[in-house]
C-alpha cells in the first residue's frame, strides 16, 4: 500500500474527474419554442434550468457559465439575452462564455465549466 498522502492525492484525482463528468451530465438545453413564454423576470428566475446552471456556478468555485448556441445572428443574440438574465440573477458577465454550436438545432445549451476566476 502507499502513503496516507499518496492515497490522498488519488482520491482527490478521482473526485475532480467525477466533478468534471458529472458537469458533462448535468447540460441543460433551452429550446427556443420554450423561452418565448418565460421571458419575463419573474419567470426567468424561476426557470429550473437556468435556477440549476447557477446552483452548479454558486457551487464550483473557479467555474464559468457557457452558453453555446446555435449558428447565426438570432442564435447570438438569444445567446446574448440569456446572458443577460444570468448577469441579473448574479452572476458575473466576465464569467459567462458565448460560444456557437449548441450541437442542437433551435436550442441553447447551457453548461459550468471550470476556469481560473479573477
Known sequence: ???????????AIFAGWLGVA???WATEYIARGEWPDIQ???QVTQYP??????????RAPGSGIVIL??????????ATEIRDWFVA???PSGLISLRPGSG???SLALDVEQHARE
Request: hydrophobic fraction near 45%.
Open 69 to 78: 448556441y446555435p449558428g447565426g445572428e438570432a442564435g447570438h443574440r438569444w
Open 49 to 58: 434550468k437556468l435556477a440549476s446552471v447557477v446552483d452548479r456556478f454558486d
Open 104 to 106: 442542437v438545432p433551435g
Open 89 to 91: 440573477l448574479g452572476v
Open 40 to 42: 419575463r423576470g419573474i
Open 22 to 24: 458529472a458537469s458533462a
Open 1 to 11: 500500500m502507499g502513503s496516507t498522502a499518496q492515497r490522498a492525492f488519488w482520491v
